[in-house]
C-alpha cells in the first residue's frame, strides 16, 4: 500500500509539474506577443491544462496523438522540451519544425505528437490513420485525437468516426469543450447532445470534468487500456474552458462572453490551482514542495525563452528545402 | 513482347509492389471484391485479404484522411479515388495536410502515399464524372503528379510512386482502361520528371499529355503525310516536369503546341507554354500554342461534348498555321 501510494505521489507530482509547465509555457508565449518579439499570434492553451495533461499521462511516448490550432498545450502534456517549443514559436532553425511551422502547426514526432493542425478538425483522419497503423502493424499502440467542440461542426470527424468504429481502430476522440468556437457559444453551432454523434456510430462514451486532472487521468487510463485491448473506439468529451480568448489578440470579449463567467471560471475553476490546493489537502506536498517546482518550472521557461531569441532563423537556402522528403 | 492493357498493367503494378512491401494497404469504395467499378482491382482481396485491400465508406475525406494518417506511422496506403472529379471532396486532406506535412514538421515527419484516380471526357457521363483536374493538385507544393499515357507508363510510373516517399497523385485516363501496349514481363520503373520523346521530328514539337499523346501521335501522323516532321513528347509527370526535354525540343523544331486536356484557362497545357515562351523564346519561330479542353462544364450529349476537347485535326491545323508563322488561337 504505502509503494502504490508513492507510485500516485509520484504520478501526481509529476501531472501538476506537467499543467504548471504548460500554464508558465503559456504564459511566456502571451509576453512574447505582447513585447512583439513573437511573429504573427497564438492561441493560448491556459484553463484547459488538465485535459491534455491528463489525457497524455496515460500515454506511453510511442502512442500517438493529432492536436489542434491551440496546441502547445498538448506539446507540452506529450513531452515536448521548451527550448524546441520556443524556438519554434519565433521560427528559429532549432524549433520542432525548424522554424517552418509555427504555433499552429508545432510536431514532436519523437514523442508522438504529429501535429497541431490549423485547419479546425482537420487531424481526424491522421489521427484514425495513426490508430490503423498501430492495428495493421501490431505496434499495440493507440491514437488520441484531440479537437474542440468547434470541430463537432466538420464532416470529417464523423466520416473517420464512422470509419474508425466499423474497423474497431484504437483511437480516442478527446473532444475538449471549451464552450466557445471561435467566437460563438457551442449552444449556437452544435445541435442535440453532443455525445448522441458518437453514440450513432456505436462508439463508446464518457462525459469528464476537463478542469480535474485526476477525473481525466482516470478515464483515459480506462480508454486507452482498452483500445489497447482492442475494445476502441471510444469518444472522451472534457468540459473545460479557455481563459484568454480565441486568440491573443482577441481582448475585448464582453460580445460573446461574459467577464463574469470568466472570473467564476478563474476563480473556482482554475485547473492548476485546484490541484495544488487537492495536493497540499491530501499532503501529497507541501507548500515548500510545490513552490519549488513552480520556481524550477518558471526558470525553465525563462531560460527557454531567453535561449530562443537568441537562436538563429533559418538560412536563406532552408526555403525550399523539405517540400519533398528524399528516399530513403 | 506481350501486350497487356492500362487496367491490367496498373492491378499488376499494385500486385508487385503489395508482395515487395507488406506495408502497402490499398483503401478505397469497392477496391475489394468489386474491383472498382472499371474492374481494375479485381483479384486482389484474393491474394492480399481484406485486411490490405480495404473496402471503405463512400466517405472520401474521411479515407484519404485516414490514409494520410497511415503514411505519417508507417503504412504506406493507396487510395482508390473512383473519380477524378471527387478528388475536389479531399483537397484538404490532399492539399493542406498531405502536401504540407513534411514541409511543416521541418522534414521530420513524411507521408509517402499514392493517389489513383482517373481523368478524361467523351465518356457521356457528364460533367460530375468527366473532368481532368491534374492542374488543381500540380499547382500545390508538396505534391508529385503522374499522368500515364499507355500500360507501359501506368506500370512503370506507378510502382515509382508507390516507392516514393511523398504523396503521389496518379491521373489515369478512363478511356485507356483497355487499351493495350507492350509492357515488359520483367521489373522496370519509370522515374517521375523523366519525358519520354515518342516520336522524333524535327519542325514542330507537340507535347501532350495522357490520351492527348495519342492525339500528338495522330496529328503528326496528319503532318506526316504533308510534309511536317512533329516531334512529339509525353512528359509522363507535370510535377515534377521535365523542363528540359521539353525546352531541347522546342528549342529544335522552334515551334511547339502543348495538348492537354485540362481545362484551357490556368491549366497545366498554360504552364507548359509559359514555360516555352519563358526559356525557348528566342528559338521559337511561331507562339506557343495551346490545346486544351473548353472553358464549360463537360456536357453530356454527345455532340456537344466532343466539342469540348481537342482532336488531331485541330491540332495538325495548329501545326499547319505554326508552319506558316501565323498567328492562331486555338479554340
Known amino acids: 500500500m504505502e509503494g502504490n501510494r508513492e507510485r500516485n505521489a509520484d504520478a501526481y507530482l509529476r501531472m501538476y509539474r506537467q499543467m504548471l509547465r504548460i500554464r508558465v509555457f503559456e504564459e511566456n508565449a502571451h509576453q512574447l506577443y505582447l513585447s512583439a518579439k513573437m511573429p504573427g499570434l497564438t492561441h493560448l492553451y491556459i484553463g484547459q491544462e488538465a485535459v491534455a495533461v491528463g489525457i497524455c499521462d496515460a500515454l506511453e511516448p510511442t502512442d500517438r496523438i493529432t492536436s489542434t490550432h491551440r496546441g502547445h498545450g498538448h506539446c507540452v502534456a506529450k513531452g515536448a522540451g521548451f527550448r524546441q517549443m520556443f524556438c519554434e514559436l519565433l521560427g528559429k532553425s532549432e524549433g520542432f519544425c525548424r522554424g517552418k511551422g509555427g504555433s499552429m502547426h508545432i510536431a514532436d514526432q519523437e514523442n508522438g505528437n504529429l501535429g497541431a493542425n490549423a485547419i479546425v478538425g482537420g487531424s481526424a483522419g491522421i489521427a484514425t490513420g495513426a490508430a490503423l497503423s498501430a492495428k495493421r502493424l501490431g505496434s499495440g499502440g493507440v491514437a488520441v485525437c484531440f479537437f474542440g467542440d468547434g470541430a463537432l461542426g466538420q464532416g470529417l470527424l464523423y466520416e473517420c468516426m464512422n470509419i474508425a468504429s466499423l474497423w474497431k481502430l484504437p483511437v480516442i476522440y478527446a473532444c475538449e469543450n471549451n464552450h466557445y468556437g471561435e467566437y460563438t457559444h457551442v449552444s449556437e453551432m452544435a445541435s442535440g447532445d453532443l455525445l448522441d454523434r458518437a453514440r450513432a456510430f456505436g462508439i463508446e462514451t464518457a462525459t469528464v470534468d476537463g478542469q480535474n486532472v485526476l477525473e481525466v487521468n482516470e478515464a483515459a487510463e480506462g480508454f486507452v487500456s482498452r483500445a489497447r485491448a482492442g475494445q476502441g473506439p471510444f469518444f472522451l468529451l472534457l468540459d473545460t474552458y479557455r481563459f484568454h480568448g480565441h486568440h491573443v489578440g482577441d481582448i475585448s470579449r464582453e460580445y460573446y462572453r461574459a467577464k463574469e463567467e470568466e472570473e467564476l471560471w478563474k476563480s473556482e475553476r482554475d485547473p492548476v490551482s485546484n490541484f495544488a490546493k487537492w495536493l497540499r489537502g491530501e499532503s501529497v506536498a507541501s507548500d515548500d514542495e510545490l513552490n519549488r517546482i513552480e520556481s524550477e518550472v518558471r526558470r525553465e521557461a525563462e531560460d527557454a525563452v531567453e535561449y530562443a531569441l537568441a537562436a538563429p532563423y533559418p538560412g536563406s537556402e532552408e526555403v525550399d528545402m523539405h517540400v519533398f522528403a528524399e528516399a530513403g | ?331
Open chain 2, 1 to 331: 513482347m506481350r501486350e497487356i492493357t492500362l487496367s491490367q498493367a496498373v492491378n499488376e503494378a499494385i500486385a508487385e509492389e503489395m508482395r515487395r512491401d507488406p506495408t502497402i494497404v490499398l483503401l478505397g469504395e469497392d477496391v475489394a471484391e468489386a474491383g472498382t467499378p472499371f474492374k481494375i482491382l479485381s483479384g486482389l482481396v484474393d491474394e492480399f485479404g481484406p485486411e490490405r485491400v480495404v473496402d471503405t465508406p463512400i466517405s472520401e475525406p474521411g479515407f484519404t484522411g485516414i490514409a494520410v494518417g497511415a503514411a505519417m506511422t508507417g503504412l504506406r496506403p493507396i487510395v482508390d479515388i473512383m473519380f477524378g472529379d471527387f478528388l475536389f471532396l479531399i483537397m484538404d486532406q490532399l492539399c493542406n495536410q498531405a502536401a504540407k506535412t513534411h514541409y511543416m514538421s521541418g522534414g521530420k515527419l513524411k507521408v509517402p502515399m499514392v493517389v489513383r484516380t482517373n481523368m478524361g471526357a467523351t465518356r457521356r457521363s457528364a460533367a460530375q464524372h468527366s473532368q481532368s483536374l491534374h492542374a488543381l493538385v500540380a499547382h500545390i507544393p508538396g505534391l508529385k503528379v503522374a499522368m500515364p499515357a499507355t500500360a507501359f507508363e501506368a506500370k512503370g510510373l506507378l510502382k515509382t510512386a508507390i516507392r516514393d516517399e511523398n504523396p503521389v497523385v496518379i491521373f489515369e485516363d478512363k478511356l485507356s482502361y483497355q487499351e493495350k501496349a507492350p509492357v515488359p514481363e520483367e521489373e522496370y520503373l519509370i522515374a517521375l520528371g523523366e519525358a519520354c520523346i515518342r516520336r522524333e521530328g524535327s519542325d514542330v514539337t507537340l507535347v501532350g499529355t495522357s490520351s492527348m499523346v495519342q492525339v500528338a501521335l495522330d496529328a503528326a501522323d496528319l503532318l506526316a503525310g504533308e510534309g511536317i516532321s512533329a516531334e512529339v513528347i509525353d512528359p509522363r509527370t507535370i510535377a515534377p516536369l521535365d523542363e528540359d526535354t521539353i525546352l531541347a525540343s522546342a528549342r529544335k523544331t522552334s515551334r511547339a503546341i502543348v495538348i492537354d486536356e485540362g481545362h484551357r484557362s490556368y491549366g497545366a497545357s498554360a504552364e507548359i507554354a509559359a514555360r516555352i515562351a519563358e526559356k525557348a523564346f528566342y528559338w521559337l519561330d511561331a507562339p506557343v500554342q495551346r490545346f486544351a479542353a473548353m472553358d464549360v462544364p463537360i456536357p453530356f450529349s454527345p455532340e456537344l461534348e466532343d466539342l469540348t476537347v481537342p482532336t488531331p485535326a485541330a491540332v495538325a491545323e495548329g501545326a499547319r498555321r505554326a508552319m506558316r508563322g501565323e498567328l492562331f488561337h486555338a479554340p
